[in-house]
C-alpha cells in the first residue's frame, strides 16, 4: 500500500476519531497501528483477522511498544473502532480490505 495513502488515513482518521470519541487521538498512533497491522497478520498466518481479534494484538503491541495505553485510556474497543474507520479510509480510497467478521 502506498505509504501516503497510509499517511493520509492516519490524519482523517485521528480527526474523526479525536471529534467523535472526545478525546485526542493522535495520528501517531495510527501511524504505529498500520506498522504493526501486517507484522501481526503475518506471524498470526490470517491476512483476513478480525476487528476483534486485531484489537486485542494491537493493544499487546502497542504496551510492547511502550504507548502509555493505561494512562491514556486506550481501549481495545477504541482500537477497534479505529480499525473500522481504517477500513472506511481504506474504501474511500479505492482500497478496500477484506475481513473475517
Known amino acids: 500500500m502506498d505509504k501516503k495513502i497510509y499517511e493520509e488515513c492516519a490524519n482523517w482518521i485521528a480527526e474523526q476519531a ?3 470519541l472526545g478525546g485526542f487521538i493522535p495520528a501517531e498512533l495510527l501511524d504505529l497501528m498500520f506498522e504493526l497491522e501486517p507484522k ?3 506471524d498470526k498466518n490470517d491476512q483476513m483477522m478480525s476487528h476483534k481479534v486485531m484489537s ?3 493493544y499487546n503491541a ?3 511498544e511502550g504507548v502509555p495505553v493505561e494512562k491514556t485510556g486506550l481501549s481495545r474497543e477504541i ?3 479505529l480499525l473500522h474507520w481504517e ?3 481504506l ?3 479505492g482500497n ?3 475481513i473475517h467478521n
Request: aromatic residues 4%; negative net charge; glycine residues 0%.
Open 18 to 20: 479525536s471529534d467523535q
Open 40 to 42: 501481526i497478520r503475518s
Open 56 to 58: 486485542q494484538f494491537l
Open 62 to 64: 502497542l504496551i510492547d
Open 79 to 81: 482500537l477497534e473502532e
Open 87 to 89: 477500513d472506511e479510509c
Open 91 to 93: 474504501s474511500l480510497s
Open 96 to 98: 478496500p480490505r477484506e
